[in-house]
């Protein structure tokens, strides 16, 4: 099935997502016909708003989100397994860009099961022609053109992901995301700054 697209307001190429990158994103999960993990996801999206200065409206509730959702994605569409990609981007209305007010467009992929494993193994190459920074604005979900470039890389050399290097040359993470390896009692995860942790 096709990607499903949704807007709080006409859309206009003269918004500052479209021209500048100006957005925070953050995905959501349907699983079995409801959201997981919603409170976590909605609290990320808060923290991403609030470092990119984005105006927070007073609607923005965890319960508008749960509502939105169930309203226009499980009941008005039927989507009991999918990915939302949401993302929240500045207008051109404010006197300063902190107080510019936002909007929000998102898509939604339908799947079997947003927590199933790849029933194959995943190919993936570590690239060290550009690292990710490890600052304040790293972990936030926005126009990043290490991704692009990273998603380039993958596609033409067959692989599923890069693997991408912060600037000390240790694993920081992939495109699409945190990398965690899992072998019997042994959880390994990698932390942007110091590289691979190991958690027993």
């Not at 990119?52 to 509502?67: A, C, D, G, S, V």
């Not at 190919?123 to 290490?146: A, M, Q």
Request: aromatic share 12%; with cysteine.
């Amino acid at each position: 099935m096709e990607n499903q697209y949704f807007t709080s307001d006409e859309l206009n190429v003269k918004n500052r997502a479209f021209l500048w990158g100006d957005s925070v994103k953050v995905s959501f999960f349907v699983r079995n016909g409801g959201l997981i993990m919603d409170e976590e996801c909605y609290f990320f999206l808060m923290a991403s708003m609030r470092k990119m200065r984005l105006n927070i409206p007073l609607t923005y509730t965890l319960e508008f989100f749960q509502t939105l959702f169930q309203k226009e994605i499980i009941e008005g569409k039927g989507v009991n397994n999918g990915i939302i990609n949401f993302q929240v981007f500045r207008n051109n209305d404010g006197i300063t860009l902190a107080k510019s007010s936002v909007s929000y467009f998102y898509e939604v992929s339908e799947m079997e099961d947003v927590l199933a494993v790849h029933k194959r193994a995943l190919e993936l190459d570590l690239t060290k022609e550009i690292n990710v920074n490890n600052n304040l604005l790293s972990n936030i979900r926005v126009h990043c053109p290490e991704n692009i470039y990273g998603a380039i890389y993958a596609q033409e050399n067959d692989l599923d992901d890069v693997i991408l290097l912060n600037p000390n040359k240790r694993i920081a993470r992939t495109t699409v995301g945190n990398l965690l390896f899992w072998r019997v009692t042994l959880l390994k995860y990698q932390n942007r700054l110091k590289g691979p942790t190991f958690l027993h």
